[in-house]
C-alpha cells in the first residue's frame, strides 16, 4: 500500500523558511530514492530535489543552496528545509519516489505560500 502523506506548508514572508515532512510507507522508504515535487497555479508539477536511500540528493538549480533535503529512517519520513524562500517557491509540494519511479497515487500535497 502507497502512503504519502505531506505535511509543514504554510504562509511565510520572503527570506523565511519552513520545514516539509513526508511519511512514507516503510517498504517503499527502505527500497526507493524520494523526491520532492511541486506545483504551482497554472504550471507543470516539477522535480525540486531527491534523495537516495544512500542519502545523496539533488536538487534543481533553483533551489540549490536554500533547500536540504532529508530522510529520517526510524520515522520512514523525508524532510525538505526550505530557507530563503521567495515568491515564486509558492506551489502545493508533494512526495514521491524519484523521477521514473513514481507512484500513480500521489497524496494531497501541501500549500506553501510565500508572501508579505
Known amino acids: 500500500q502507497v502512503q504519502l502523506v505531506e505535511s509543514g506548508g504554510g504562509l511565510v514572508q520572503p527570506g523565511g523558511s519552513l520545514r516539509l515532512s513526508c511519511a512514507v510507507s516503510?517498504?517503499?522508504?527502505?527500497?526507493?530514492?524520494m523526491g520532492w515535487y511541486r506545483q504551482a497555479p497554472g504550471k507543470q508539477r516539477e522535480l525540486v530535489a531527491t534523495i537516495t536511500t544512500g542519502d545523496s540528493s539533488n536538487y534543481v538549480d533553483s533551489v540549490k543552496g536554500r533547500f536540504t533535503v532529508s530522510r529520517e529512517n526510524a520515522k520512514n519520513t523525508v524532510y525538505l528545509q526550505m530557507n530563503s524562500l521567495k515568491p515564486e517557491d509558492t506551489a502545493v509540494y508533494y512526495c514521491?519516489?524519484?523521477?521514473?519511479?513514481?507512484?500513480?497515487?500521489w497524496g494531497q500535497g501541501t500549500q506553501v505560500t510565500v508572501s508579505s
Open positions: 514521491n519516489a524519484g523521477p521514473g519511479y513514481m507512484f500513480e497515487s
Open positions: 516503510p517498504t517503499i522508504f527502505r527500497i526507493y530514492t
